[in-house]
């Protein structure tokens, strides 16, 4: 009558002797007072009275359902157990007042710290168990994942707690610092139990316990070997913008006669016990971490006081050089500032710079990316787009940018010979970018027929290991002199 809902029980109907129904007769009693209390008695059975969140009969029954969607899916899960360092100290000294305090923030951070969909629950005391859903297909990728969500759990967990003593008139609010250890278990299907999972998470935990706390460890001795190599891998990562310890390699790019018109500068990483580390092992983490961001300064720092050197000479002031911009590199709001103080610094002649972007750029504010490219345009800097018809280009896009160049995909060129949609896919390219009036280049090029399959669909530009690898310093020159004798001698 109020606005609230209100359930009634009524009973009927009125039969006749021969069973059909004549009427209606019934009783109503309010029975909201019933369901409510119904209600409260199926919360409480299934969520914890103190933080709210799921307790272990429906966090067990949650685990179940995770099992099915994994299987499903063909994808890993992952099952976390954990639990506060110290928690016990706090309870004895503060009392438990102080305690439940603490428990209920730590409710509130880790429902922030898990991704949609993932469940948080409370098994009891200072015990909290995370399920994460959906993770990669791969085994190795999978544990990558889940060590990810449980570092950010442990980074929102470490952050200062203000806990409220129980008479605040008297005593003051004080700051308090705790830290979680956490056991980590994978799953795939229905295969291993629950109750053998929360057994592994249990075990896993007491292992990152008995390493110093504050720390995760994985149930699988190979899934911790992955993510101590990951570790391990970002410190030397960090040592090594540090130490500078990158170095450039430059692949040649040639013209149909074999001239070469410039070079693509490409990232190596000199680690001082591993030697060469591939950028395969390395710049995919610089992107999730953020690490690109200085090695990419670093790469274009060194491209433009390479271009200002080979200005000088003038066998080599010809030469283009083309660097690969990362999506967080051109997503920084200063970017063009930092690329025009990098070539006024070096003294390098801005026309023989060029910027590669990947089509994933085209995903990202469009706007801006016309803007920011149009002002680094305007003083020479030209553009390419690689790994072109991989992605999600449109006309309309490509219309709009201030393009200079597209690259054919190697993936492409690979099978240009044997898959008639790749050649098809190569000679749209080609065609695509004469009506844009762009230039084209192919990547991946490794043999003479290859090159001779796109030199007669018009490609005119190349790279791959036909002509070079890509190539330190002192050799790159090396090549760039024998190539000029070469075409000297056939005058």
Same mark, same amino acid.
């Given at each position: 009558?109020?606005?609230?809902?209100?359930?009634?029980?009524?009973?009927?109907?009125?039969?006749?002797?021969? =069973?059909?129904?004549?009427?209606?007769?019934?009783?109503?009693?309010?029975?909201?007072?019933?369901?409510?209390?119904?209600?409260?008695?199926?919360?409480?059975?299934?969520?914890?009275?103190?933080?709210?969140?799921?307790?272990?009969?429906?966090?067990?029954?949650?685990?179940?359902?995770?099992?099915?969607?994994?299987?499903?899916?063909?994808?890993?899960?992952?099952?976390?157990?954990?639990?506060?360092?110290?928690?016990?100290?706090?309870?004895?000294?503060?009392?438990?007042?102080?305690?439940?305090?603490?428990?209920?923030?730590?409710?509130?951070?880790?429902?922030?710290?898990?991704?949609?969909?993932?469940?948080?629950?409370?098994?009891?005391?200072?015990?909290?168990?995370?399920?994460?859903?959906?993770?990669?297909?791969?085994?190795?990728?999978?544990?990558?994942?889940?060590?990810?969500?449980?570092?950010?759990?442990?980074?929102?967990?470490?952050?200062?707690?203000?806990?409220?003593?129980?008479?605040?008139?008297?005593?003051?609010?004080?700051?308090?610092?705790?830290?979680?250890?956490?056991?980590?278990?994978?799953?795939?299907?229905?295969?291993?139990?629950?109750?053998?999972?929360?057994?592994?998470?249990?075990?896993?935990?007491?292992?990152?316990?008995?390493?110093?706390?504050?720390?995760?460890?994985?149930?699988?001795?190979?899934?911790?070997?992955?993510?101590?190599?990951?570790?391990?891998?970002?410190?030397?990562?960090?040592?090594?913008?540090?130490?500078?310890?990158?170095?450039?390699?430059?692949?040649?790019?040639?013209?149909?006669?074999?001239?070469?018109?410039?070079?693509?500068?490409?990232?190596?990483?000199?680690?001082?016990?591993? =030697?060469?580390?591939?950028?395969?092992?390395?710049?995919?983490?610089?992107?999730?971490?953020?690490?690109?961001?200085?090695?990419?300064?670093?790469?274009?720092?060194?491209?433009?006081?390479?271009?200002?050197?080979?200005?000088?000479?003038?066998?080599?002031?010809?030469?283009?050089?083309?660097?690969?911009?990362?999506?967080?590199?051109?997503?920084?709001?200063?970017?063009?500032?930092?690329?025009?103080?990098?070539?006024?610094?070096?003294?390098?002649?801005?026309?023989?710079?060029?910027?590669?972007?990947?089509?994933?750029?085209?995903?990202?504010?469009?706007?801006?990316?016309?803007?920011?490219?149009?002002?680094?345009?305007?003083? =020479?800097?030209?553009?390419?787009?690689?790994?072109?018809?991989?992605?999600?280009?449109?006309?309309?896009?490509?219309?709009?940018?201030?393009?200079?160049?597209?690259?054919?995909?190697?993936?492409?060129?690979?099978?240009?010979?044997?898959?008639?949609?790749?050649?098809?896919?190569?000679?749209?390219?080609?065609?695509?970018?004469?009506?844009?009036?762009?230039?084209?280049?192919?990547?991946?090029?490794?043999?003479?027929?290859?090159?001779?399959?796109?030199?007669?669909? =018009?490609?005119?530009?190349?790279?791959?290991?036909?002509?070079?690898?890509?190539?330190?310093?002192?050799?790159?020159?090396?090549?760039?002199?024998?190539?000029?004798?070469?075409?000297?001698?056939?005058?």
């Amino acid at each position: 009558m109020d606005g609230e809902r209100t359930y009634l029980a009524t009973k009927g109907p009125l039969r006749g002797a021969d =069973g059909q129904v004549f009427g209606m007769f019934g009783i109503s009693r309010d029975i909201t007072e019933r369901k409510a209390v119904a209600s409260q008695i199926e919360h409480l059975a299934f969520y914890d009275s103190l933080t709210d969140l799921p307790n272990r009969r429906l966090m067990l029954d949650r685990l179940k359902q995770a099992q099915t969607s994994c299987a499903r899916r063909n994808q890993y899960g992952a099952l976390m157990l954990i639990d506060l360092d110290n928690f016990k100290t706090l309870n004895d000294t503060q009392g438990h007042d102080v305690g439940d305090r603490l428990l209920v923030q730590v409710a509130s951070r880790l429902r922030c710290a898990i991704r949609s969909g993932d469940t948080i629950a409370r098994l009891g005391g200072d015990e909290f168990v995370a399920i994460l859903e959906d993770l990669d297909a791969s085994v190795d990728a999978a544990a990558v994942q889940a060590q990810s969500v449980a570092e950010k759990i442990q980074t929102q967990l470490n952050l200062a707690y203000t806990l409220q003593q129980s008479l605040p008139d008297t005593s003051p609010s004080h700051q308090h610092h705790c830290t979680s250890s956490i056991g980590i278990t994978l799953f795939h299907d229905h295969s291993i139990s629950v109750d053998e999972l929360m057994k592994r998470a249990d075990t896993a935990m007491y292992q990152a316990k008995a390493g110093g706390r504050n720390t995760l460890r994985f149930f699988d001795p190979a899934m911790q070997a992955v993510v101590a190599k990951r570790a391990a891998l970002e410190i030397d990562l960090r040592t090594a913008i540090e130490e500078k310890q990158f170095v450039l390699h430059y692949q040649p790019q040639v013209d149909s006669f074999g001239r070469t018109l410039g070079a693509e500068a490409l990232v190596r990483w000199q680690h001082p016990e591993h =030697g060469l580390v591939s950028p395969l092992m390395f710049i995919p983490m610089a992107e999730e971490t953020g690490l690109i961001l200085p090695i990419g300064q670093w790469v274009l720092e060194q491209a433009c006081r390479q271009l200002a050197a080979w200005a000088t000479r003038p066998q080599t002031e010809h030469l283009t050089l083309a660097v690969n911009v990362s999506v967080r590199q051109f997503g920084l709001p200063h970017f063009v500032d930092l690329v025009l103080a990098t070539v006024a610094q070096t003294g390098a002649r801005p026309e023989r710079l060029k910027l590669e972007l990947t089509e994933s750029l085209l995903l990202e504010n469009m706007q801006d990316m016309i803007v920011k490219m149009t002002a680094l345009k305007a003083t =020479g800097i030209g553009f390419s787009l690689d790994d072109f018809g991989t992605g999600y280009s449109s006309l309309a896009y490509l219309k709009r940018l201030p393009l200079d160049q597209l690259k054919i995909d190697q993936s492409f060129v690979r099978d240009v010979l044997t898959d008639a949609n790749d050649a098809a896919i190569a000679q749209m390219v080609i065609a695509l970018a004469k009506t844009l009036g762009l230039a084209v280049i192919a990547e991946g090029v490794e043999t003479e027929a290859q090159r001779d399959a796109l030199s007669k669909l =018009g490609c005119r530009a190349y790279q791959g290991y036909l002509f070079s690898k890509p190539l330190p310093l002192d050799e790159f020159e090396a090549f760039l002199h024998r190539v000029e004798h070469q075409h000297g001698d056939r005058c």
